[in-house]
């Protein structure tokens, strides 16, 4: 008898409570690993000071179109006729044509192209700090130990990263899309809106090839000063082999697949539907997108079977 009143009375001396909440499938941990990973990055001056920078050039967008908007309402009546400026006719179209303020498909293009640069250091950065710590100080066994697979965590540092490529990105351009369209007129957002879906995609092909090559690469070498060299090899250094080799040397236009930047630029600017710059010596998109593809497989393959080696006591 007194043996089995201890037993009753065991649970309420350890104050056990059966747990009453809403249990929800291993899928939605994936945004506790995003949110994670996004207050790491969040907490660094560094990044902000990056963003900051990263946003100069939106910036000169932003700004420049008001003020050739202001220059324009300067002009004098377009029934005087038109000012001519050293024979090269309205200075303020030819200002909007030169900086690509003009709304066009190739002005969210430079965009794009120019915005990246600063991205790519952006990303070094947040590939070391989201998941080569994990791996350096004994995180990641903590996180598979979880009711989560490896596809969850996965998915939770993939959608932390695409958060910081968008935000670079395909947010400043959409906000530059609707600022022109106020400014412009009202016609501009039924007969462009076929940019939003091209910005979109552009972004989309961004944010899944840099995803899975920057953890990847950020899960091979783990700290920053290498990732960053590396880095810099596949965005910069090999942009520059591929322009002297082709653009130089004559060699055949299809060398320039392996500056895998550029090939993000051909596949948006097919997005875009325009043509890559020097389109001449460009390769067709659909040579760009599989290059894409089979880097992000590999990248993926590779991020799989390295995490598949990870010890964990469940």
Request: aromatic content about 14%.
């Amino acid at each position: 008898m007194p043996e089995t009143l201890s037993r009753e009375a065991a649970p309420q001396l350890l104050h056990y409570r059966p747990w009453r909440g809403e249990l929800r499938p291993p899928v939605a941990g994936v945004w506790p690993v995003a949110r994670t990973a996004l207050s790491v990055m969040l907490r660094r001056r560094l990044f902000w000071v990056l963003y900051g920078l990263g946003l100069l050039f939106f910036q000169l967008f932003f700004f420049g179109q008001y003020l050739l908007a202001y220059a324009e309402a300067q002009t004098p009546d377009p029934a005087a006729g038109s000012p001519n400026f050293m024979g090269l006719g309205d200075p303020v179209r030819l200002l909007r044509n030169l900086l690509k303020l003009d709304g066009s498909a190739e002005s969210y293009r430079t965009f794009f192209d120019y915005q990246g640069r600063i991205l790519m250091v952006i990303l070094a950065l947040a590939g070391a700090v989201i998941i080569g710590n994990d791996v350096r100080f004994g995180s990641l066994p903590y996180y598979l130990s979880k009711p989560l697979s490896r596809w969850h965590y996965l998915a939770g540092k993939g959608l932390a990263v695409a958060v910081f490529v968008n935000l670079l990105t395909t947010v400043p351009a959409l906000i530059l899309f609707a600022q022109y369209g106020l400014l412009a007129s009202w016609e501009y957002f039924t007969t462009k809106g076929y940019l939003i879906l091209g910005m979109l995609g552009y972004g989309a092909v961004l944010t899944v090839s840099l995803s899975t090559i920057l953890l990847a690469t950020a899960l091979w070498l783990r700290k920053t000063v290498p990732l960053v060299m590396v880095w810099s090899t596949l965005f910069f250094f090999c942009r520059v082999v591929a322009d002297t080799v082709v653009l130089r040397l004559n060699f055949d236009k299809h060398w320039r697949l392996f500056d895998l930047w550029n090939d993000t630029l051909i596949v948006g600017s097919a997005c875009l539907g325009v043509d890559p710059p020097t389109a001449a010596w460009q390769p067709a998109w659909y040579w760009a997108a599989l290059v894409l593809v089979g880097v992000s497989l590999t990248c993926l393959t590779y991020l799989i079977l390295r995490i598949r080696a990870v010890e964990i006591v469940r």
